[in-house]
């Protein structure tokens, strides 16, 4: 299938779907944490960038990767690019994503789709964030090219420097059941 058939396909179906060079895979629901938690982090970044010409998105809006011929459903992403405020349907040039693992997703998401992500120019920021451990992994760019890890333990304030936001564990864990 391609790109465009895909589009065309998946505005007639039931659920969301991603696309993958190809192949089309089925989107997996969230429990009740996972859903909290992005809700928890796009909340901060909408209030952070009101009137900063940027936009938080959550969930349920496309970014498409051209370079990997992917289209995603980010939990949650940022774009401050005027394509992307033109386009409605899908985005191009995020700025920083944010997934929030579940057991089912998690290796897809740090392998395959992260791979994917990082052949967009834009992304400066990557996160991945997992309910059960309250860990949180920030993968930036350097100049450089390089991808470097942050690490942030449970307890720690999750610092995103593609935005200049500070995440305290009461803001990002905030009504997260154990």
């Excluded at 796009?42 to 010409?53: E, K, M």
């Excluded at 938080?56 to 992307?84: K, M, Q």
């Excluded at 400066?124 to 993968?139: H, L, N, Q």
């Amino acid at each position: 299938m391609t790109a465009h058939e895909f589009l065309a396909w998946e505005t007639a179906q039931p659920g969301r779907h991603e696309f993958v060079n190809g192949e089309v895979l089925a989107m997996a629901g969230g429990d009740d944490r996972h859903m909290t938690v992005a809700g928890n982090v796009y909340i901060a970044l909408r209030q952070r960038q009101q009137g900063s010409g940027c936009s938080a998105y959550l969930g349920e809006v496309r970014t498409w990767i051209s370079a990997a011929n992917c289209y995603f459903y980010p939990d949650v992403f940022v774009t401050c690019s005027e394509r992307d405020r033109a386009d409605r349907l899908h985005k191009q040039d995020p700025l920083l994503v944010v997934e929030v693992l579940s057991p089912s997703t998690a290796a897809f998401d740090r392998g395959a789709k992260f791979a994917a992500y990082r052949l967009a120019e834009s992304l400066r920021e990557m996160v991945f964030i997992d309910p059960e451990r309250r860990v949180t992994d920030v993968y930036r760019k350097g100049d450089d090219g390089l991808w470097v890890l942050h690490p942030f333990a449970p307890t720690e304030t999750v610092h995103l420097a593609s935005v200049d936001l500070a995440l305290p564990p009461a803001t990002l864990w905030a009504e997260v059941g154990a």
